[in-house]
Protein backbone atom coordinates (compact mmCIF):
# COMPACT_ATOMS: atom_id res chain seq x y z
CA UNK A 1 0.00 0.00 0.00
CA UNK A 2 1.16 3.20 -0.64
CA UNK A 3 2.15 5.68 1.32
CA UNK A 4 2.25 8.79 -0.80
CA UNK A 5 -0.18 11.36 -0.29
CA UNK A 6 -1.58 13.82 -2.66
CA UNK A 7 1.23 16.89 -2.11
CA UNK A 8 0.42 19.90 -3.59
CA UNK A 9 3.58 21.07 -5.39
CA UNK A 10 4.58 24.25 -7.04
CA UNK A 11 2.15 24.69 -10.25
CA UNK A 12 4.36 24.84 -13.24
CA UNK A 13 4.71 28.30 -15.10
CA UNK A 14 2.19 29.51 -17.04
CA UNK A 15 4.29 30.81 -19.45
CA UNK A 16 7.20 27.67 -19.95
CA UNK A 17 10.33 28.87 -21.33
CA UNK A 18 12.80 27.04 -23.25
CA UNK A 19 16.18 26.43 -21.38
CA UNK A 20 18.43 28.52 -23.39
CA UNK A 21 17.16 31.40 -25.13
CA UNK A 22 20.60 32.67 -26.65
CA UNK A 23 21.17 36.87 -27.13
CA UNK A 24 21.35 38.19 -30.06
CA UNK A 25 24.42 39.90 -31.21
CA UNK A 26 24.02 43.60 -30.04
CA UNK A 27 23.20 42.12 -26.69
CA UNK A 28 20.12 43.93 -25.87
CA UNK A 29 17.18 41.49 -27.12
CA UNK A 30 16.60 37.63 -27.14
CA UNK A 31 15.96 35.16 -28.64
CA UNK A 32 11.94 34.65 -29.03
CA UNK A 33 11.74 37.59 -26.55
CA UNK A 34 9.30 40.62 -28.09
CA UNK A 35 10.50 43.86 -27.18
CA UNK A 36 7.33 45.60 -25.75
CA UNK A 37 6.31 49.25 -25.14
CA UNK A 38 7.63 50.36 -22.17
CA UNK A 39 4.17 50.71 -20.07
CA UNK A 40 0.71 50.37 -20.89
CA UNK A 41 -1.07 53.43 -19.43
CA UNK A 42 -1.33 56.54 -21.06
CA UNK A 43 -0.44 59.78 -19.92
CA UNK A 44 2.16 58.34 -18.02
CA UNK A 45 5.21 60.25 -18.66
CA UNK A 46 8.29 58.90 -20.24
CA UNK A 47 10.46 58.85 -23.23
CA UNK A 48 12.08 56.19 -26.06
CA UNK A 49 12.08 53.13 -23.50
CA UNK A 50 11.23 49.73 -24.45
CA UNK A 51 10.95 46.44 -22.52
CA UNK A 52 11.16 42.76 -22.69
CA UNK A 53 9.97 40.45 -19.82
CA UNK A 54 13.23 37.79 -19.84
CA UNK A 55 11.24 35.83 -16.71
CA UNK A 56 7.94 35.84 -15.21
CA UNK A 57 8.00 33.49 -12.44
CA UNK A 58 5.23 32.65 -10.39
CA UNK A 59 7.02 29.79 -8.21
CA UNK A 60 10.49 32.87 -7.97
CA UNK A 61 7.40 35.60 -6.77
CA UNK A 62 9.53 37.66 -9.60
CA UNK A 63 10.47 39.24 -12.55
CA UNK A 64 13.09 39.94 -13.91
CA UNK A 65 12.51 42.42 -17.10
CA UNK A 66 15.04 43.91 -19.51
CA UNK A 67 14.51 48.30 -19.71
CA UNK A 68 16.61 50.10 -22.61
CA UNK A 69 16.33 54.00 -22.82
CA UNK A 70 17.35 55.61 -26.19
CA UNK A 71 19.98 57.76 -25.83
CA UNK A 72 18.13 61.65 -24.44
CA UNK A 73 15.79 59.14 -23.43
CA UNK A 74 13.99 58.27 -19.44
CA UNK A 75 11.86 56.01 -17.50
CA UNK A 76 9.16 57.58 -15.58
CA UNK A 77 9.57 59.35 -12.77
CA UNK A 78 7.66 57.48 -9.83
CA UNK A 79 7.45 55.64 -6.50
CA UNK A 80 5.77 52.63 -5.21
CA UNK A 81 5.86 49.96 -2.20
CA UNK A 82 7.64 47.30 -3.70
CA UNK A 83 11.46 47.78 -4.72
CA UNK A 84 13.37 47.11 -7.55
CA UNK A 85 16.98 45.50 -8.23
CA UNK A 86 18.76 47.07 -11.44
CA UNK A 87 22.19 46.21 -12.71
CA UNK A 88 23.01 48.02 -15.63
CA UNK A 89 23.74 46.11 -18.72
CA UNK A 90 24.40 48.28 -21.56
CA UNK A 91 25.47 51.57 -22.15
CA UNK A 92 25.77 54.41 -19.40
CA UNK A 93 23.74 57.00 -17.79
CA UNK A 94 22.45 58.70 -14.89
CA UNK A 95 19.68 57.67 -12.04
CA UNK A 96 17.83 59.93 -9.06
CA UNK A 97 17.49 57.49 -6.30
CA UNK A 98 15.56 59.84 -3.66
CA UNK A 99 17.23 63.45 -3.27
CA UNK A 100 20.33 61.92 -5.16
CA UNK A 101 21.70 61.80 -8.71
CA UNK A 102 24.05 59.08 -9.77
CA UNK A 103 26.26 58.34 -12.42
CA UNK A 104 25.85 54.32 -14.04
CA UNK A 105 28.12 52.01 -16.07
CA UNK A 106 28.57 49.00 -17.02
CA UNK A 107 27.56 46.29 -14.35
CA UNK A 108 26.79 49.18 -11.50
CA UNK A 109 24.04 47.81 -9.16
CA UNK A 110 21.14 50.10 -7.97
CA UNK A 111 18.74 49.15 -5.46
CA UNK A 112 15.33 51.61 -5.13
CA UNK A 113 14.21 51.09 -1.83
CA UNK A 114 10.17 51.43 -1.24
CA UNK A 115 7.93 54.39 -1.48
CA UNK A 116 11.59 56.43 -2.70
CA UNK A 117 11.34 58.60 -6.21
CA UNK A 118 13.22 57.16 -8.87
CA UNK A 119 14.01 57.87 -12.67
CA UNK A 120 16.65 56.31 -15.24
CA UNK A 121 18.04 58.41 -17.52
CA UNK A 122 20.38 57.56 -20.84
CA UNK A 123 22.74 60.21 -22.10
CA UNK A 124 22.29 62.03 -25.27
CA UNK A 125 24.80 59.92 -27.54
CA UNK A 126 24.42 56.36 -25.91
CA UNK A 127 21.85 53.89 -24.48
CA UNK A 128 21.32 52.61 -20.95
CA UNK A 129 20.11 49.27 -20.82
CA UNK A 130 19.43 47.45 -17.70
CA UNK A 131 18.15 44.35 -15.74
CA UNK A 132 15.04 44.88 -13.27
CA UNK A 133 14.10 42.28 -10.72
CA UNK A 134 10.59 43.27 -9.36
CA UNK A 135 7.74 41.26 -7.69
CA UNK A 136 5.00 39.65 -9.49
CA UNK A 137 2.33 41.23 -7.17
CA UNK A 138 3.10 44.71 -7.04
CA UNK A 139 1.39 48.12 -6.16
CA UNK A 140 0.91 50.38 -9.16
CA UNK A 141 3.47 53.05 -9.54
CA UNK A 142 2.87 56.72 -8.06
CA UNK A 143 3.25 60.19 -9.96
CA UNK A 144 4.65 62.98 -8.00
CA UNK A 145 2.24 65.79 -7.69
CA UNK A 146 3.07 69.20 -9.11
CA UNK A 147 4.66 70.04 -5.44
CA UNK A 148 6.55 66.89 -4.85
CA UNK A 149 7.89 67.90 -8.22
CA UNK A 150 8.75 71.42 -7.34
CA UNK A 151 10.06 69.79 -3.99
CA UNK A 152 12.55 67.52 -5.68
CA UNK A 153 13.34 70.33 -8.04
CA UNK A 154 14.64 72.57 -5.29
CA UNK A 155 17.87 70.38 -5.16
CA UNK A 156 20.09 71.82 -8.45
CA UNK A 157 21.55 68.64 -9.19
CA UNK A 158 17.78 67.24 -9.77
CA UNK A 159 16.78 70.39 -11.22
CA UNK A 160 20.07 69.56 -14.03
CA UNK A 161 18.74 65.98 -14.03
CA UNK A 162 15.32 66.23 -15.07
CA UNK A 163 15.64 69.54 -17.35
CA UNK A 164 17.88 66.98 -19.35
CA UNK A 165 19.35 66.50 -22.52
CA UNK A 166 22.05 65.56 -20.03
CA UNK A 167 25.93 66.73 -21.38
CA UNK A 168 28.10 63.73 -22.42
CA UNK A 169 29.34 61.53 -19.86
CA UNK A 170 32.88 61.94 -18.62
MN1 LIG B 1 9.70 51.82 -10.61
Same mark, same amino acid.
Not at 3 to 19: C, F, G, I, K, Y
Not at 113 to 122: C, E, K, L, Y
Not at 156 to 161: E, G, L, N, V
Given at each position: MSTHRNVELPR???????? !?????????TWEGV???????? #? *?????? !?????????PTLGCE?????VA #? *????TLERHEHSHAVLILRGTGRCLVGDAVHLL?????????????HQFR???DQPLGFLCMVNQQRDRPQLPTAAEQAALADHPAIAAFLAGPELPLP
Amino acid at each position: MSTHRNVELPRADPTPTAP !VRHALANGATWEGVDVLRYKQD #P *GVPFKD !VTRQVLFQQPTLGCELRYFEVA #P *GGYSTLERHEHSHAVLILRGTGRCLVGDAVHLLGLHDLVHIPAMTWHQFRAGPDQPLGFLCMVNQQRDRPQLPTAAEQAALADHPAIAAFLAGPELPLP
